[in-house]
């Protein structure tokens, strides 16, 4: 069935450098690929999402690249802080369906 | 205006016993999702909502799951006779329709079971 994966699962980096986190995606037919951060306890939070005409997207501190070709997608956090340590999850919707199929999550330590 | 809105916080029960988990989408959304996150783990699709009709239950992992929707509104999960594997935090998510993207999530009802 169709399949997202993701890497690292664990990711620490000290304040001020750059994150990035890489998915790869099984269904070449996906048309739409969010990531949300999930702090401990919290509910999963939309950062930025990108679809499948689009190649890169830039929010402030956050970029989200896509290559449509090799089926993966990347998350960029630039000038990382402290607060950006959480859980980050990508998640892609595949062709003919309407739910998100999840990584399994990146676990961002940001050290101070 | 309110965000999506999920109850109890936290339920424990005895194995064997049903449960039901509600959840209370963003007014206007029509579309209703539920996932299902166990300890450590991804987000697992369990069952998709468009109004009241449920076109895809693909993810519910046993006849013990079953979910209704009222209309636009309030939809109910329940577990029957409960197992230790469905151990999770069960998290609700509505988008403003079926093809709309950006799906809101709730904050999760945390279920254990012992």
């Known amino acids: 069935g169709e399949n997202v994966e993701q890497h690292p699962s664990t990711l620490s980096v000290q304040e001020g450098d750059s994150a990035v986190i890489k998915c790869t995606y099984s269904d070449s037919a996906s048309n739409y690929f969010p990531w949300y951060k999930q702090e401990l306890g919290k509910r999963p939070q939309l950062i930025i999402d990108i679809r499948s005409n689009v190649g890169e997207k830039k929010d402030q501190r956050i970029a989200v690249t896509l290559n449509k070709t090799a089926k993966h997608f990347s998350l960029h956090i630039t000038e990382t802080q402290p607060e950006d340590s959480a859980v980050y999850f990508c998640a892609a919707r595949f062709a003919g369906s309407y739910q998100l199929t999840f990584g399994k999550g990146t676990k961002l330590s940001v050290i101070p | 205006g309110a965000g999506v809105s999920q109850s109890p916080s936290n339920k424990v029960t005895e194995k064997g016993k049903d449960v039901e988990l509600r959840c209370d989408p963003i007014s206007g959304h029509t579309a209703l999702y539920w996932y299902r996150q166990r300890l450590g783990q991804g987000l697992e699709f369990l069952i998709y909502f468009q109004g009241n009709s449920a076109p895809d239950k693909s993810g519910l992992p046993s006849d013990r799951f079953s979910a209704e929707r009222t209309g636009e509104s309030v939809s109910t999960l329940t577990i029957q006779r409960t197992q230790q594997e469905d151990s999770a935090v069960y998290l609700c998510?509505?988008?403003?329709?079926?093809?709309?993207?950006?799906?809101?999530f709730g904050p999760g009802t945390r279920l254990t079971v012992l």
């Open positions: 998510a509505s988008s403003l329709g079926g093809g709309a993207d950006t799906q809101y």
